[in-house]
């Protein structure tokens, strides 16, 4: 299948095999689509390197969205690479602390941090790439159900990603008149390394299993074949919405009770 033929996407986000990012560029590369990545520090630029090989050999940039410099150095790096049909901001982190125990321990700081690397971001990025975005391209962001229920130990990254599923409306309506479309997928939870950092995962994954409709936790390729989709012409009149990847957890108003 090439649902992404001739399309080029910008992926963030790749830290490791096991990012949702990595998924979605594996999915988006089998569907034919030319990728870019960026990569947040020198920690990790190996690592995504040889990801960045083995699908298909497009340019990886050094990119901290928390630097008006790096993002100012992020649309010259693309120039040869062309006009994006897709942004991928799969970008998030909070202090470690600040996820477990009780929200009001968040100091002022961490929640300032927080909502300026997992939310602004996207706003950010967006800005550093207006014009090289093509128009009807298609922008998708990463959140969570703690974005608008109680996930306990979720905390402050539930607040940041709120502001990042309201960005995305906002994004969706600014950038419309130019065919351009903004969604949030909403991911179950995976084990990677920024989930790692919420008290109690492995928990939250049992939960899952055994309880959504489909009695399954999700893969960074679940979420990568939603990506296609959003990516492609298939969603033309798609945006400003969040789309739950996740066996369809969100959905149950309480648990079954124990077989
Ligand atoms: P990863 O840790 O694999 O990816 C998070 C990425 O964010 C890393 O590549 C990290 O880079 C990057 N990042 C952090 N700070 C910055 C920065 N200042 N500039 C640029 N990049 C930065 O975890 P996931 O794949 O799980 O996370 C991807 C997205 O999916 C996040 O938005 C997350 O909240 C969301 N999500 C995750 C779920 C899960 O259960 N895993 C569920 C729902 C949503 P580095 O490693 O170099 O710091």
């Given at each position: 299948m090439s649902l992404l033929k001739g399309k080029r996407a910008l992926i963030t986000g790749v830290a490791n095999r096991w990012s949702i990012a990595t998924g979605i560029a594996r999915q988006m590369h089998e569907h034919g689509a030319a990728l870019a990545f960026t990569y947040q520090g020198e920690r990790v630029k190996d690592e995504v390197?040889?990801?960045?090989?083995?699908?298909?050999?497009?340019?990886?940039?050094?990119?901290?969205?928390?630097?008006?410099?790096?993002?100012?150095r992020l649309a010259p790096a693309l120039a040869q690479f062309g006009k994006l049909d897709a942004l991928v901001h799969s970008i998030a982190f909070a202090n470690?602390?600040?996820?477990?125990?009780?929200?009001?321990?968040?100091s002022r700081g961490s929640f300032g941090l927080a909502l300026d690397i997992s939310a602004y971001s996207l706003?950010?990025?967006?800005?550093?790439?207006?014009?090289?975005?093509?128009?009807?391209?298609s922008i998708m962001a990463l959140t969570y159900l703690g974005a608008t229920a109680i996930v306990p130990n979720y905390n402050v990254m539930g607040i940041a990603k709120a502001a990042l599923e309201a960005s995305v409306r906002y994004l969706a309506f600014d950038l419309g008149d130019r065919g351009i479309r903004v969604n949030a997928i909403s991911a179950g939870p995976i084990k990677t390394a920024s989930a790692r950092q919420v008290a109690g995962l492995s928990k939250m994954l049992d939960v899952v299993a055994a309880t959504a409709p489909l009695r399954r936790n999700v893969t960074p390729d679940d979420i990568g074949k939603m990506a296609v989709f959003l990516?492609?012409?298939?969603?033309?009149?798609?945006?400003?919405d969040v789309h739950f990847v996740d066996g369809g957890f969100h959905a149950m108003g309480m648990y079954p009770p124990p077989q």
């Amino acid at each position: 299948m090439s649902l992404l033929k001739g399309k080029r996407a910008l992926i963030t986000g790749v830290a490791n095999r096991w990012s949702i990012a990595t998924g979605i560029a594996r999915q988006m590369h089998e569907h034919g689509a030319a990728l870019a990545f960026t990569y947040q520090g020198e920690r990790v630029k190996d690592e995504v390197e040889k990801l960045a090989a083995e699908l298909g050999g497009g340019p990886v940039i050094e990119c901290d969205v928390a630097s008006e410099d790096s993002l100012a150095r992020l649309a010259p790096a693309l120039a040869q690479f062309g006009k994006l049909d897709a942004l991928v901001h799969s970008i998030a982190f909070a202090n470690k602390d600040d996820l477990a125990g009780k929200t009001h321990g968040t100091s002022r700081g961490s929640f300032g941090l927080a909502l300026d690397i997992s939310a602004y971001s996207l706003i950010a990025l967006v800005q550093a790439l207006h014009d090289q975005l093509a128009d009807g391209s298609s922008i998708m962001a990463l959140t969570y159900l703690g974005a608008t229920a109680i996930v306990p130990n979720y905390n402050v990254m539930g607040i940041a990603k709120a502001a990042l599923e309201a960005s995305v409306r906002y994004l969706a309506f600014d950038l419309g008149d130019r065919g351009i479309r903004v969604n949030a997928i909403s991911a179950g939870p995976i084990k990677t390394a920024s989930a790692r950092q919420v008290a109690g995962l492995s928990k939250m994954l049992d939960v899952v299993a055994a309880t959504a409709p489909l009695r399954r936790n999700v893969t960074p390729d679940d979420i990568g074949k939603m990506a296609v989709f959003l990516a492609s012409d298939l969603s033309a009149a798609v945006t400003a919405d969040v789309h739950f990847v996740d066996g369809g957890f969100h959905a149950m108003g309480m648990y079954p009770p124990p077989q």
